[in-house]
C-alpha cells in the first residue's frame, strides 16, 4: 500500500533505496526481491563484521578488515558508509555503478543515515520509506523477536519512533503490510522506461 509519494518521482527509477525502522521487515523485501525479481540487482554491502554461520562472503556481505574498510572511504569508494555496533557497513560504489551500466536497477537495503549520504551522492536515487502498518505492530515485531534485553528492546523502540519521524523526506511511504505488495511496488518502479536525456 502507498502511503504517499512525493513529486520527485521519474520514469525508470535506476537506484531504489529502502530504509525504514528496524523490524520493519526490510531485509524479508531484499531476500524476497532477490529470489524473484529479475531485473533488480539487490546490492550487497561491505562489513568488517565477522560472517556468522552460513554467511557466504559475496553473496551475504564483503567481508574485510577494518583497515581495508578504512583505506576504501579514504578513497571514495563508497556510496553511504555507517559505522555500527563497533563494524563498518558500506555499499560500494562501483558495484551499483556497474548494474546500472549493464541496465539493472540497484536495491539498496540501508539504514535511514546511509539513506541520506545517498540522496547527496546519487541524483536520480528514489528514497522509499518501508513503514509498520502500525507503530504497535512495529513493536510486537521488535519484542517478538525475543533476542533483547529489556533495556535493549526499550532503546530498539525509542530509535524507531525518532526513524518514524524522517520519513517525510523520501520519496515514497510503503506500509509493508504485504512483502508481495511491497516487492510488487519496487519492481513497478524498476520496471518502467526510463527516460534519455
Not at 518521482?9 to 523485501?29: D, F, H, N, Q, R
Given at each position: 500500500m502507498i502511503?504517499?509519494?512525493?513529486?520527485?518521482?521519474?520514469?525508470?527509477?535506476?537506484?531504489?533505496?529502502?530504509?525504514?525502522?528496524?523490524?520493519?521487515?526490510?531485509?524479508?523485501?531484499?531476500?524476497?526481491?532477490?529470489?524473484?525479481?529479475?531485473g533488480i540487482w539487490v546490492s550487497v554491502s561491505m562489513t568488517t563484521r565477522a560472517p556468522r554461520d552460513g554467511e557466504i562472503d559475496g553473496i551475504?556481505?564483503?567481508f574485510c578488515s577494518e583497515s581495508e574498510f578504512k583505506a576504501k572511504i579514504d578513497e571514495g569508494a563508497f556510496l553511504e558508509w555507517a559505522h555500527f555496533a563497533g563494524?563498518?557497513?558500506g555499499t560500494p560504489r562501483s558495484a551499483v555503478a556497474?548494474?546500472?551500466s549493464a541496465g539493472r536497477a540497484v536495491l539498496l537495503e540501508i539504514?535511514?543515515?546511509g539513506a541520506r549520504q545517498v540522496r547527496a551522492a546519487w541524483d536520480s536515487a528514489y528514497l522509499?520509506?518501508?513503514?509498520?502498518?502500525?507503530?504497535?505492530?512495529?513493536?510486537r515485531r521488535?519484542?517478538?523477536?525475543?533476542?533483547?534485553?529489556?533495556?535493549r528492546a526499550a532503546q530498539r523502540l525509542e530509535i524507531a519512533h525518532e526513524e518514524m519521524a524522517q520519513s517525510h523526506w523520501f520519496d515514497e511511504v510503503l506500509i509493508n503490510s504485504s512483502v508481495e505488495e511491497v516487492a510488487a511496488r519496487l519492481i513497478a518502479l524498476a520496471s518502467q522506461?526510463?527516460?534519455?536525456g
Open positions: 502511503y504517499w509519494r512525493s513529486s520527485n518521482y521519474a520514469k525508470g527509477v535506476e537506484l531504489i533505496v529502502l530504509s525504514g525502522p528496524g523490524g520493519v521487515g526490510k531485509s524479508t523485501v531484499s531476500e524476497y526481491l532477490r529470489k524473484n525479481a529479475e551475504d556481505y564483503y563494524n563498518y557497513y556497474a548494474e546500472i539504514e535511514i543515515s522509499v520509506f518501508l513503514a509498520p502498518p502500525s507503530f504497535s505492530e512495529l513493536e521488535l519484542l517478538g523477536r525475543g533476542t533483547d534485553t529489556p533495556e522506461p526510463r527516460q534519455i
